[in-house]
């Protein structure tokens, strides 16, 4: 089973995304997370996207795509997985369209949180994990570049039929079992 789950900043996609990781035994896959942590350990890919993470800016899709082909190669991938934070450009979307073809698999639900812009600039401000990209400014500049670049990628898993909205405001366990509700049947 592979999911994507989708939405702007603060929209709730690692909390939601970890829950239902654990609901259906697959992993939980962050791109966001992959390359804070990077930056932690100071690897080159680390250095490389620093300055624009912290602006709040998008990493390269080449650099993107790259670093996901390269992690669901892994073994324990192939139970499946639910990908938070990508993809985030319609580019890396036919990327990932064209990676999951070669390896004879595909897309099985795009689940998308939608919450007002206050509510998310809320939920940002106050969640306290000392993210530098969680300031005033670079919320604003992050909210920009989702209705610019990303937002546009719902239209993409539109046509291809995997489209799911879900109303992402409420407790963490409602908005959980909406996504459960929006699961296509198997
Ligand atoms: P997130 O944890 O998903 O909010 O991601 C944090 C930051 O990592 C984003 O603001 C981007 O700078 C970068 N990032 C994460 N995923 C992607 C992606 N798919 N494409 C480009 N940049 C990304």
Known sequence: ???IIFGPPGA???????????????????????????INEG??????VKFIIDEGQLVPDQTVVDMVEETIAGEEYKKGYIIDGFPRTVE?????????????????????????DDELIQRLLA????????TEEKIKT??????KE????????QQAGLFR?????????????????AMPEK
């Open 142 to 147: 992050r909210l920009e570049v989702y209705k």
């Open 1 to 3: 089973m592979r999911i």
């Open 165 to 181: 909205s879900v109303d992402g405001t409420g407790t963490v366990d409602e908005i959980f079992q909406r996504i459960l509700s």
């Open 12 to 38: 709730g996609k690692g909390t939601q995304a970890k829950k239902v990781a654990e609901h259906f035994g697959i992993i939980h896959l962050s791109t966001g997370k992959m390359f804070r942590d990077a």
């Open 127 to 134: 969640r306290g994990e000392g993210r530098s990209d969680d």
């Open 92 to 116: 890396q979307a036919v990327a990932f369209d064209n990676m999951l073809e070669r390896r004879n698999e595909a897309v099985d639900a795009f689940i998308s949180l939608y919450a007002p």
């Open 43 to 48: 690897t080159e890919l680390g250095k490389i």
């Open 150 to 157: 990303t937002a546009p990628v719902m239209e993409h898993y």
